[in-house]
């Protein structure tokens, strides 16, 4: 009964969900992409983690995970309805950059951080943080732009 009963949030104890980060990104990507989408067009089913988990054949423990941290960075939120809970974009997809969401994905987990650092240690950790920046700057793609390039490309 209880199986039954929670069988889309259910993890099996031998299998590990993880996933390269490079896929969580890609995923994560996906599955805005598809909120965002269904938002602008105003039309169609709304998305509920169980329709993007059979939708993009992707465990619901995976996408619940993704969900929740999208949820937390304010790119997503989550409304409730009488068939559950379904995802909406935060703001404007305009304004939720491609960017913005790796760094969600990425910054998903716990943060290392070496006790003692030296002053190598500290250049390199000052590159990573300025190769980032640099990143967001010159990459200002947002979700709205990634769906109306698939709406042109398919017309």
Known sequence: SYVIQNINTLKPKNRSLALSYASRELLGLIIMERICSQFLEGKGEKWSSVRLSKTLNVHPGLVH????????AALILEIPSEQGI???PDRDPGSIYVTEVLNTLRSAGEKFEP?????????????????????????????KDIVLDEKQGTS
């Open 65 to 72: 995970d993704i969900l929740r941290e999208l949820s937390k």
């Open 86 to 88: 379904y995802y909406i």
């Open 115 to 143: 006790v003692h650092t030296t002053l190598p240690d500290q250049r390199i950790a000052k590159f990573m943080e300025d190769m980032q920046v640099k990143i967001q700057k010159s990459m200002q793609i947002s979700l």
